[in-house]
């Protein structure tokens, strides 16, 4: 979970049918966007080397990182043809 001033992002098991009422309810009084296929990764006491092994191939879609611990959420990046 993280919290801004103007939104507020989950991450959450995929439960296709409870997600899917959820994003239905909310989308009733807000703008909802939303991405499947995401992995969320937590790194206690990280270094740059490990955040780079970990993310590659990745797109990461959110990075907060404190003191001691970095959390990622990234997606696969697309193959190449």
Do not use: W
């Not at 969320?40 to 959110?62: A, P």
């Amino acid at each position: 979970m993280h919290n801004s001033a103007v939104s507020f992002s989950i991450s959450a098991d995929y439960e296709e049918n409870e997600i899917h009422k959820l994003i239905a309810e909310l989308s009733n009084r807000y703008h909802i966007k939303y991405n499947t296929g995401v992995e969320l990764v937590t790194i206690r006491y990280y270094n740059q080397s490990t955040i780079d092994r970990v993310t590659l191939n990745k797109d990461i879609l959110l990075e907060i990182k404190s003191r001691h611990t970095c959390q990622l959420l990234m997606k696969n990046k697309p193959a190449a043809n």
